[in-house]
């Protein structure tokens, strides 16, 4: 049984910047892949960016530019540095991992960028 914990959300002002972290634990096998997720209010979950243990990043190409995906396999925990944030930013950020045939969600950590 995977668990992750996402960290790191909050309120910002447009412009501004958050880290956010993705710690996972209990796994038995390497986890390979990780990747961010986020649900905006009345939208579906879609895809921000992903990262092998390797260091293969993949991002959505509405994402490049202004977020940064990253890992430290030795802690077994995920970033997503996030710049120059818009209102539109504003949704629930969550940690992805596929293993063993299953797939793991966060619980989320909200982001809300507003003035």
């Known amino acids: 049984q995977v668990q992750l914990v996402e960290s790191g959300g909050g309120l910002v002002q447009p412009g501004g910047s958050l880290r956010l972290s993705c710690a996972a634990s209990g796994s038995r096998s390497t986890i390979n892949y990780m990747a961010w997720h986020r649900q905006a209010p009345g939208k579906q979950r879609e895809f921000l960016a992903s990262a092998t243990r390797g260091g293969t990043t993949a991002y959505a190409d509405s994402m490049k530019g202004r977020f940064t995906i990253s890992r430290d396999n030795a802690k077994n925990t995920m970033y997503l540095q996030m710049n120059s944030l818009k209102p539109e930013d504003t949704a629930v950020y969550y940690c992805?991992?596929?293993?063993?045939?299953?797939?793991?969600w966060g619980q989320g950590t909200q982001v809300t960028v507003s003035s």
């Open positions: 992805y991992v596929p293993i063993g045939g299953l797939t793991y």
